[in-house]
């Protein structure tokens, strides 16, 4: 019996297989020169997270308009790709579907990226965030200097603040959460010496709930500023607004979720990269170079809450601090 | 640094906190405690939160009511269940597995419905905070128990309820007879199927209402996933709680607060890596487990299908 | 062991072809919700079978998916048998990843011959301490093993952020603002083996050989033989002798060890390196979960978890491939793998209902014993070991 059914299995598995080997393997279809631009973009969250996936749909609906419409440009996407290897197979796929332009908007597909592309020479990838291409020359890195961003927020946030106490919520410690954050106590450090900032890091980028109870932990701790970054900050600034607090956001505009305590956000513009990497590819390069977005080219932008009557002096050191970032005069020191 | 956790602001903070983590919790684990009570294990919970919580959001943004959103996630919360009921009792079949399949079913249509019908991240009003009179103005005490939002109210309220029903009335016995000995009851004249329906679909409701809890009430947003893993730890905390409301109660408590205590480490800038302090709630949860050795036994036919008289 | 059933074949290829129907009247259910979506059912449902099966690459992936599914689905064979439910393959994934890793990332002088299966067995020891635990707390502390292996996922996974951004990091990501919380790569002589030009790794062979060796180790040695018997009557198995509590924590060690398997042949197999994106999903794929289900599709056998797990591979990659080609929301993909996954465990009523009727006949015709206990395992009666 046993060995019956080990046959029985064996013969289906094997049936399986033939069937589908029997399947003329699929061609890459190689597209004509004539078509629109043809992008693939594989993102880990949603396309309407508020904040990082978001931020790079925005901006390939914003070139998309740019370039003419659907005739110059077409793009598909496949969000919630958090699964490292299922976006490998996804990249992989794109790419031999043709596309001219595949981005891996994560900097956990890197691995996976720098494995395929050396595969499709004649097809240009693209991904962030980071600066590292590998050396491979079909690769365009990018990265956000959140960092400059947050230290706006920190100037506005340490300027506003009545009690002295500013509160942060992170997913985990590292990479562009990190750099947001660290900006941010920088900017606040330097602009009210000896100003509290508590963070912390909830250890994941999807626990709404815990993130918005350390917002909560936040105003019972006395802050009356907060921000944070990645996805699961949503409730939190439901939080600042139940209490009266001041929200800073980062990545998308977050201002219609709290339009009264928003103060400001730092918005990504990857628009700015990608309509430079696309001149690129039209003039034949493919990749090799790494970008960064950031306030002085415009690819990091500070969005205020026209709602929010920010004081006038305030905003003037708003502006005054974008200004000395972008001009060289303000060094962001980060801590370790 | 250390010292400031036992400041009257930290502790009052934890405490009040730790109650507002704890009510999600509190309704899914009450619901599942009176499913496994009878035999069955639910694993969907967290398909039926995620999908309860988008009912009551998405209706109480469209309706500007807040109670027909509660509603809606009890409808649909219920329905969740009574497909649970109709596969596991009426088709027999494994209930873990069939709790994982309702989880991904409710994970990826939850999601599904919210890019299709909202599109985008937006806001509600929830469930206020409800200063009871008298009462919130108690020192420490108020600021804790008494100025929580309605949901949470319910939710304490649910507990007594909750062992009244399972110890002190027939249904109680009958839903604990069907989960210890299945074919006694049944040879007693007790419907098995009816009794588990009728917890596996309460069950469901629990659900429903305890993702209400976390979308129209505590967080006010929806996004995809938002329950993020609180349905499985709820289901955990039946067991920690040893199928018993009170149990539950003070294992929804403890994971809660200790959790919100490592939010407070971090803020007091105590320095131990952010990621060792998330782990903290749950390494103590089993701790506590470990040093007071229980000898209570899951209830005998839990996980085990029913069939009548063959 | 009956001897007439293995005359009626055709009854056995029904019941063994049963979860491929239930998979379909899913996808049928499916087609509804695509319409609605505005979507050719029909030309979803081809990008699904090309991207499962359609080329060699897409069949090449559909067994690098089914690879994590069959390691887990056998530790769960093992541990499901012995009536230890172990939902805790996320962590023990993890833990041996991490320590199979950690083996690539230290001894990089040594042959590539040397370090693989030395990672492979450590990656085995991490399952199966994070697997041990809980059945130690179980065992000799009465704590819940459904909510020990829940907690220990959480753990695992902060444990694993907590590594990747620290001690573990790439040095090179180190040097960089961006600090991706990821290790170094493996060298190139310690990956395993590829079937150029796909992604089908080495790890693939050794799952089912694996397979092969677990059935022996459940039906042919006395470890396997009293891990079954302490399930399926913990009472009888201990007043004949059987020390319980030491194969409780057997099946849970056991039943971790092979997560870690599918958890360190990701990192030597697939990925080359640990990357986390802060869940445990981003690394497992959820394949802690889904080898559940794939077990229990394969009636906890470790033989029909082989096609079990190449069934749910395929639907995954699939269903991927479908999103990509219809550009329909990954989500919907979700609650299409939660459908077929209620179906198909829905219609073992009928495998068995016919089990039943099958037993009936043959039980006046020898006047056997009708099987006893639960999982149905009918065709496995507890026999005494050689």
């Not at chain 1, 029985?8 to 020169?33: G, H, M, R, S, Y």
């Not at chain 2, 496994?36 to 309860?52: A, C, H």
């Not at chain 3, 092979?258 to 042949?265: D, I, K, P, R, S």
Request: proline residues 4%; charged residues 15%.
């Amino acid at each position: 019996m046993k060995k019956f059914r080990f046959l029985l299995t064996l013969i289906l598995t094997l049936a399986v297989l033939l069937t589908a080997c029997q399947t003329k393997e699929t061609e890459p279809v190689v597209e004509e020169e004539t078509g629109p631009f043809k992008i693939a973009v594989v993102m880990p969250s949603a396309i309407n997270d508020l904040a990082f996936s978001q931020s790079m749909y925005d901006a390939l609906v914003m070139i998309q308009e740019e370039m003419g419409g659907e005739e110059a440009m077409t793009f598909v996407y496949s969000d919630g790709m958090f699964v490292v290897d299922d976006a490998a197979a996804a990249i992989r796929d794109y790419a031999s579907q043709g596309y001219d332009l595949v981005i891996a908007h994560g900097s956990q597909y890197g691995s996976s990226l720098q494995e395929i592309a050396p595969d499709f020479p004649d097809t240009s990838f693209a991904w962030g965030t980071t600066v590292d291409t590998f050396g491979i020359d079909n690769i365009f890195a990018y990265e956000a200097a959140s960092q400059e961003g947050g230290y706006v927020n920190g100037v506005i946030a340490a300027s506003l603040s009545e009690s002295g106490v500013l509160g942060v919520v992170g997913p985990i410690e590292t990479g562009d959460a990190k750099l947001y954050v660290d900006g941010f106590v920088a900017g606040a450090e330097a602009t009210v010496p000896g100003i509290k900032v508590n963070v912390n890091y909830i250890g994941s980028f999807s626990d709404v709930a815990l993130a918005s109870e350390a917002a909560n932990t936040h105003v019972a701790a006395g802050a009356d500023g907060l921000t944070g970054t990645a996805q699961m900050v949503i409730g939190a600034i439901g939080v600042a607004e139940e209490n009266d607090a001041l929200w800073f956001g980062t990545q998308a505009s977050q201002t219609e979720l709290a339009p009264a305590h928003v103060v400001a956000n730092q918005v990504y513009r990857w628009d700015v990269v990608l309509s430079e990497i696309l001149d690129l590819i039209d003039a034949g390069t493919l990749g090799g170079t790494s970008f960064v977005i950031d306030l002085a080219n415009g690819g990091e932008v500070m969005d205020f809450n026209p709602d929010f009557e920010l004081p006038a002096d305030v905003q003037a050191l708003a502006e005054a601090t974008v200004q000395g970032i972008i001009d060289g005069t303000i060094t962001i020191e980060l801590g370790e | 640094m250390i010292s400031d956790l036992f400041s009257m602001t930290v502790l009052v903070g934890i405490l009040a906190s730790g109650i507002r983590l704890a009510t999600p919790y509190l309704y899914a684990s009450i619901g599942e405690t009176f499913s496994q009570r009878s035999g069955v294990l639910n694993l969907g919970v967290e398909g039926q939160m995620l999908l309860g919580a988008f009912a009551a959001f998405y209706v109480a943004l469209t309706t500007e009511n807040l109670w027909f959103g509660v509603l809606a996630a009890i409808v649909v919360g219920g329905l969740m269940g009574l497909a649970m009921a109709f596969v596991t009792i009426n088709l027999h079949a494994e209930q873990g597995i069939s709790g994982i399949g309702f989880y991904l079913f409710g994970l990826g249509l939850s999601d599904l419905l919210f890019q299709k019908m909202l599109g985008t991240v937006e806001t509600v009003k929830g469930f206020p905070k409800v200063h009871i009179p008298v009462l919130s103005d108690i020192p420490v005490v108020g600021e804790i128990f008494f100025r929580q939002n309605v949901l949470v109210y319910i939710a304490l309220a649910l507990v007594p309820l909750a062992w009244f029903v399972l110890n002190k009335t027939t249904l109680g016995l009958k839903i604990r007879a069907v989960g210890e000995n299945p074919e006694a009851a049944d040879s007693l004249g007790v419907s098995v199927a009816r009794i588990r329906y009728f917890t596996v679909v309460l069950g469901g409701i629990m659900s429903g209402v305890a993702g209400a809890s976390l979308s129209i009430a505590l967080l006010n947003v929806f996004q995809q996933n938002l329950t993020s893993g609180l349905g499985f730890i709820a289901v955990a905390l039946v067991y920690f709680g040893a199928w018993r409301p009170w149990g539950v109660l003070a294992g929804a408590l403890l994971f809660s607060l200790i959790n919100s205590l490592q939010l407070w480490v971090q803020v007091l800038g105590i320095p131990i890596p952010s990621d060792i302090a998330v782990m903290m709630p749950y390494i103590l949860t089993i701790l506590v487990l470990v040093l007071t050795v229980s000898r209570v036994r899951p209830p005998s036919a839990l996980t085990k299908s029913f069939e009548r008289g063959d | 062991m009956s001897k007439s059933s293995q005359e009626n074949w055709l009854p056995k290829l029904i019941d063994t072809a049963l979860p491929v129907f239930a998979t379909a009247a899913a996808l049928l259910v499916g087609a509804i919700m695509l319409l609605l979506l505005k979507v050719n059912p029909v030309e979803a449902y081809k990008a699904m079978w090309d991207g499962a099966f359609g080329s060699q690459n897409a069949l090449a992936e559909t067994l690098v998916k089914a690879t994590p599914l069959l390691l887990v689905g056998l530790g769960i064979c093992i541990s499901f048998r012995g009536d230890v439910i172990n939902i805790g393959g996320e962590g023990q994934m993890i833990v041996g990843a991490i320590l199979g890793t950690l083996v690539g990332l230290t001894l990089v002088d040594w042959p590539g011959w040397a370090v693989i299966p030395i990672a492979v067995v450590a990656g085995f020891i991490g399952g199966a301490i994070w697997g041990g635990i809980p059945g130690a707390l179980k065992a000799y502390f009465n704590v819940n093993e459904i909510l020990s292996t829940v907690m220990m996922n959480a753990i695992a996974v902060q444990l694993m952020n907590f590594l990747l951004r620290g001690p573990m990091i790439d040095p090179s990501q180190a040097a960089l603002a961006s600090k991706i919380p990821q290790t170094a790569r493996l060298l190139e002589a310690f990956r395993l083996p590829r079937w150029v030009p796909t992604r089908l790794h080495l790890g693939a062979l050794i799952a089912v050989v694996l397979a092969v060796l677990v059935y022996f180790l459940l039906w042919r040695t006395t470890w396997g033989y009293r891990i079954r018997a302490v399930g399926q009557n913990p009472d009888a198995s201990r007043y004949a002798g059987v020390k319980v509590k030491n194969y409780i924590v057997l099946a849970l060690v056991l039943s971790g060890a092979f997560a870690g398997l599918a958890g360190v042949m990701q990192v030597y197999g697939v990925n080359y390196r640990m990357i986390t994106d802060g869940s445990a999903s981003g690394f497992t794929g959820s394949a802690g979960f889904n080898g559940i289900v794939a077990a229990l599709f394969g009636q906890l056998h470790p033989i029909g978890t082989i096609p079990a797990s190449i069934l749910f591979g395929a639907l995954l990659v699939g269903a991927n491939k479908m999103q990509r080609v219809v550009q329909v929301p990954s989500a919907l993909i979700t609650a299409l793998n939660g459908l077929v996954v209620v179906f198909v465990v829905s219609s073992e009523i009928w495998r068995r209902r016919r089990q039943k009727r099958r037993m009936a006949v043959a039980v006046s015709e020898v006047e056997g014993q009708p099987p006893e206990g639960y999982p149905p395992d009918p065709d496995h009666q507890p026999e005494v070991p050689a």
